[in-house]
């Protein structure tokens, strides 16, 4: 700005977090509000302008200092440095100067972790206004771009499937060929942990054989047995196990038929059409009977067609073990084994699933376990094992092949290879027919190399993989050269890196649309862009604000949007930690083994989470929602008896306290422990996950927790934590996350709502204070709390998540104000999804990069390893 005119000074509105800065009192102090600044290649992006308030008086760099003397200097001084931090260096004349510190001490203030619990704290109004105070100068300062830079980057595991889904129409298990992936900020597909080691080439190129194999299909494959389920429960002697959170198979599954029951669903890639073996596992014992007493009717079914029915115990099975023991045993298992049946080449769904015999309940003396209910004397199915193919009777066309053989060459000798073209030469030139396959191989490589490096290709680019095509042709054939072509785009650093340059000859270069495009893509569906954007890249049309925003519309509208909740969502509440934790079995009989909730936990986080952002609602129904998703087994679980049926279906919540995150089972059990609850790390989360201020790590060796003693009085745990903070080093952080997980208390560890302590059977206190004073009652005082504080602290954490999910790397100091002005404009739409979507891809830091003086080369495979000569007996 020009020389004389001063920083605009905002101020805070009283009992609040944080103030708006007023254009009427701009315009009473003499100044004009700072000019707009112009979004890459787009309208003027409002500066740091509030909504209009009444008159406020003028805050002083003089009383602001006296506050960080009377309350911070104190420990953060040359001499103690405490937390490494010293407040010498920060200049409140201009914290632009020093933003790095100053942020830090925003952040601290904002969750109330300083000045830490116990010490002499400054009021709630005096901190809510230095820390909008500080806000706004930081902001107002804030005029030059510092978009960041992301590192050359691999696709991750996470990625990689999504990609082949689309580019292949084939779904992988990523997890089977490629390692695992490092987090860093909270996520995956941080540039930073993506690194590349001579191991990730190997089982890149590895992944690329097999995932060109099974998407082209095999028709000389040998016959191969693949197990599904735990191999002990093929061949049987005890019985046989379930897998955790399976259930106990007494109702009907989603994806089954109507009137069935129980079993479970495959999905099974089988290499060529032809004859199939499918054996299921054994169900019949000789040194017990159970489950035989009645009639158990097994069903087959692939993609939803019953190909195979029999029956397994009733009186004759029954009396036949109890006679003749294994010869019985071993007929009526014969029944379940080596069961033929014919697949077309592709991925199908192949379940097993019973008919269901009955609706009653259990006439067990005592009643089962399962809180849903249901019979107990009935069989289930664990395992299953498919061997083939036994013989090839062609290739059809898949939906994998359909993506890759956009055409096909007119001979009936395609698949030969050429050394068996001689016998062909009287029906047609061998020239000419070489010259149609290529002709055709050509367009397969281009439209396949295209899709696959998101870009328009070159010859340059499609000269190398014809070469590949070549080698495969002379020993398998045209089908044979496809695949080794289609291995070697899968195995190019096109493929497997996002590589971004960006134009211009100045420090920071803005991204070219194509690059946009895949940006924006792995942002929204962590996948390829589709034609539709390479298509308006191309034209140098997305960048366009009002094309860039229709397209964000259609794409979050995409099924392939799903990828935000599952991908960014999970990541963002670290549900990770999930597969962590096991209930114990002797507190929580009803929700361990067969009976683990925790499946279906995610799946009501995942459709609930989904709900919010792909219906473009307010961010803040994440913890204000009235409604969940459940089925019968879940909702019986929570104590919701009006819920029938596998299918999850959304339903409006009686109970309060169930509403938003912080009643969702999959939290509470998360932050809890295997056999009870966990008040601190409950309160951990809330301050990291959802307010954005992480509290600091643990010390080393934090004696345990006080347990209760036999022959003493029980204490609840409130009291025996209370007793575990009363060292003033302790309660700096528990006496502010220890609060916040209290107020959840009535929540047990598998998220089941209380009233009574476990161990004193008296009330729970699920009490806390904030700390700025508030008190809380319950989880509909926290929930408000975080709702209605005025700097929408839960927005802001939402924002700078995910932002780092966007743009694939941690944010710092130098990002805060673009978050912040994010939050101020989406505001105005209720802070909905969208808004917040749009704010973040029209950002500098998203559309723009710094450039470097050397771009570091991409790590490029040994390709030539990559083609096999259609030699694929060793994947499998």
């Not at 409140?92 to 830490?116: F, N, Y």
């Not at 650093?493 to 690059?515: C, K």
């Not at 709702?787 to 932002?803: K, S």
């Not at 802070?831 to 704010?839: E, N, P, T």
Request: glycine letters at 8%.
């Amino acid at each position: 700005m020009k020389a004389g005119m001063r920083t605009a000074v905002a101020t805070v509105v009283a009992l609040l977090y944080v103030c708006v800065l007023s254009e009427r009192w701009l315009e009473g102090q003499g100044q004009s509000a700072p000019p707009a600044q112009a979004g890459p290649k787009g309208p003027a992006l409002p500066a740091q302008a509030g909504p209009k308030g009444p008159a406020l008086p003028a805050v002083t760099v003089s009383s602001q200092q006296t506050l960080i003397n009377q309350y911070c200097v104190a420990c953060h001084n040359d001499r103690l440095k405490s937390g490494g931090l010293a407040l010498s260096a920060l200049n409140l004349a201009t914290p632009d100067q020093s933003a790095e510190i100053a942020e830090k001490v925003i952040r601290k203030l904002r969750g109330g972790l300083m000045p830490p619990a116990g010490a002499k704290r400054p009021d709630a109004h005096a901190a809510a206004e230095f820390v909008s105070w500080l806000e706004n100068k930081i902001d107002s300062a804030s005029t030059v771009s510092n978009p960041g830079r992301v590192a050359l980057r691999r696709l991750n595991r996470r990625e990689y499937g999504y990609a082949i889904r689309d580019l292949l129409g084939l779904n992988i298990d990523a997890a089977a060929w490629l390692p695992d992936d490092n987090v860093k900020g909270n996520f995956d597909n941080n540039a930073a942990a993506l690194q590349v080691s001579p191991n990730f080439i190997d089982q890149y190129i590895y992944a690329a054989r097999a995932v060109a194999l099974e998407a082209i299909g095999n028709s000389k494959a040998l016959a191969e047995t693949t197990t599904y389920g735990d191999v002990a429960n093929m061949v049987i002697s005890l019985p046989p196990q379930g897998a955790p959170g399976t259930g106990r198979q007494q109702h009907r599954l989603e994806g089954m038929p109507f009137g069935t029951r129980g079993g479970f669903i495959v999905e099974h890639n089988f290499p060529t059409d032809g004859e199939y073996e499918l054996t299921i596992g054994d169900m019949a014992l000789a040194r017990e009977v159970p489950r035989m007493e009645f009639e158990n009717t097994v069903i087959a079914l692939l993609d939803g067609v019953e190909f195979y029915r029999t029956t397994i115990g009733g009186d004759v099975d029954y009396k036949a073990i109890d006679q003749t023991l294994d010869p019985a045993v071993e007929a009526i298992n014969g029944r379940l084994r080596k069961i033929h049946f014919k697949a077309t080449q592709g991925q199908h769904k192949l379940a097993i699933t019973f008919v269901h015999r009955s609706y009653a309940e259990s006439d067990e003396r005592v009643r089962t376990i399962a809180i849903e209910g249901g019979q107990e004397r009935i069989q289930a199915a664990h395992a299953l094992q498919i061997r083939g193919p036994l013989s090839a009777t062609g290739m059809s066309k898949s939906a994998s092949r359909s993506k890759i053989f956009i055409c096909y060459p007119n001979t009936t000798e395609d698949t030969l290879p050429a050394a068996a073209r001689s016998t062909a030469g009287s029906r047609r030139s061998s020239r000419a027919t070489e010259a149609s396959e290529v002709g055709c191989a050509q367009k397969i490589v281009e439209d396949l190399a295209r899709r696959a490096f998101r870009r328009p290709v070159t010859a340059e680019d499609v000269n190398p993989l014809m070469a590949f095509y070549k080698a495969g042709y002379a020993n398998g054939g045209f089908e044979g050269g496809v695949r080794d072509a289609l291995t070697a785009i899968l195995a190019s650093p096109h493929f497997l890196y996002r590589a971004e340059s960006g134009v211009g000859t100045s420090a920071t270069r803005t991204l070219t649309d194509l690059e946009l495009a895949s940006r924006l893509s792995f942002f929204l569906w962590s996948s390829l862009p589709d034609a539709e954007l390479v298509k308006l890249a191309t034209a140098s049309r997305l960048s366009k604000p009002d094309v860039l925003a229709a397209q964000v519309t259609r794409m979050l509208a995409d099924p392939r949007a799903k990828s935000l909740s599952d991908d960014f969502a999970f990541q963002w509440l670290h549900i990770k930690k999930l597969d962590e934790i096991t209930p114990d079995r002797t507190q929580f009989p009803h929700a361990s083994g067969l009976l683990d909730p925790r499946a279906t936990f995610k799946e009501e986080l995942r459709l609930f989470v989904d709900s919010v952002l792909r219906s473009d609602s307010s961010v803040m129904d994440l913890l204000t929602a009235d409604y969940t998703f459940l089925n019968e087994r879940l909702a019986m679980h929570y104590g919701i008896e009006t819920v029938k049926g596998a299918n999850f279906r959304r339903v409006t919540l009686d109970n309060p306290a169930r509403r938003g995150l912080l009643g969702k089972g999959a939290i509470l059990m998360m932050t809890a422990y295997p056999n009870r609850t966990s008040p601190v790390l409950r309160g951990a989360w809330i301050l990291d996950r959802l307010l954005g201020t992480p509290p600091a790590d643990p010390p080393l060796e934090v004696p345990s927790l006080p347990e209760n003693r036999r022959g003493q009085p029980a204490k609840t745990l409130r009291a025996r934590l209370e007793q575990h903070r009363e060292k003033a080093t302790c309660f700096a952080c528990h006496g502010v996350m220890d609060p916040l997980g209290f107020v959840l208390e009535n929540f047990n560890a598998v998220g089941q709502y209380r009233v009574n302590d476990p161990d004193t059977l008296t009330p729970i206190e699920a009490t806390g204070q904030l700390p700025d004073g508030t008190t809380l009652k319950g989880p509909d005082d926290l929930r408000k709390a975080l709702v209605d504080r005025p700097d929408r602290q839960f927005v802001q954490a939402f924002t700078e998540n995910l932002m780092t999910y966007a743009l694939g790397r941690s944010l710092d100091y130098h990002d805060m104000p673009t978050v912040r002005r994010i939050v101020r404009e989406a505001k105005a739409d209720n802070y909905r999804f969208k808004s917040i979507v749009l704010g973040v891809v029209s950002s500098d830091a998203f559309r723009k990069r710094e450039a470097e003086t050397q771009e570091p080369a991409p790590v490029k495979p040994p390709v030539s390893s990559a083609s096999t000569s259609t030699n694929t007996a060793g994947v499998q």
